[in-house]
């Protein structure tokens, strides 16, 4: 059964930085990529990153550039998402999203976004 | 950056009506758009890809339309399981980008 996994609810202080943990089973882990979406109390969902596995490249949105880093550990079949110098407009839950491989460029999503974790709540308050 | 307007907000309906949702891209975006559900508690479901291809198992009275600016989410004789909320995604450049969302509510 495909499933992704997310590690569970952090509470921050301005300032400070999380790491947000997103573990797949049930499939090839390294074929498919994978997105990181938050959406924040009544707001609407926001695509925040991607990662091919496959290559290591990522791509950034660029309300989050110089904040957001994605990484994987493919023998641990787990993603992270690091978010830095957090504020309260930071607060937000946080999903990890599979996304099928793009045979034709490997540098841009596919983008059937097929598969969501269940959130990973992230509080940031002082 | 492409912008979703995705409306009604809200939709109220009774078992057995047809329900439609729309998403209107600030630009043209081919038919790269996605439709998902997402019920409290749970992770969101993929419908429809590409604008009107219905996701493997995903029932046939969901169904999908459009292309360039203008998509539809369509929900034949709506049933009380559907009560959820919709959101749409375009996928045809970076960043992607979500709708607002719609939360349907079933009498």
């Known amino acids: 059964q495909v499933q992704l996994v997310q590690s569970g609810a952090e509470m921050e202080k301005p300032g400070a930085s999380v790491r947000l943990s997103c573990k797949a089973s049930?499939?090839?882990?390294?074929?498919?990529?994978l997105h990181w979406v938050r959406q924040a109390p009544g707001q609407s969902l926001e695509w925040m990153g991607w990662?091919?596995?496959?290559?290591?490249?990522?791509k950034y949105s660029p309300k989050f550039r110089g904040r957001v880093t994605i990484t994987s550990d493919t023998s641990a079949t787990t993603s992270f998402m690091e978010l830095n110098n957090l504020n309260s407009a930071d607060t937000a839950v946080y999903y990890c999203?599979?996304?099928?491989?793009?045979?034709?460029?490997?540098?841009?999503?596919?983008?059937?976004?097929?598969?969501w974790g269940p959130g990973t709540m992230v509080t940031v308050s002082s | 950056e492409t912008t979703l307007i995705q409306s009604p907000a809200f939709v109220s309906a009774t078992p057995g009506d047809t329900v439609t949702i729309s998403c209107t891209a600030s630009?043209?975006?081919?038919?790269?758009l996605n439709w998902y559900q997402r019920k409290p508690g749970e992770p969101a479901i993929f419908l429809i890809q590409?604008?009107?291809t219905l996701v493997r198992g995903i029932p046939p009275r969901f169904s999908g339309s459009g292309y360039g600016t203008h998509f539809t989410l369509t929900i034949n004789n709506i049933e009380s399981d559907d009560a959820a909320y919709y959101f749409c995604l375009q996928h045809d450049n970076f960043p992607l980008t979500f709708g607002g969302g719609t939360k349907i509510e079933i009498k």
């Open positions: 630009q043209d975006i081919d038919d790269d």
């Open positions: 990662i091919n596995f496959g290559t290591g490249f990522t």
């Open positions: 590409e604008s009107s």
């Open positions: 999203v599979r996304d099928e491989p793009n045979e034709v460029d490997a540098d841009y999503p596919w983008g059937a976004l097929d598969v």
């Open positions: 049930g499939y090839t882990f390294s074929t498919y990529t």
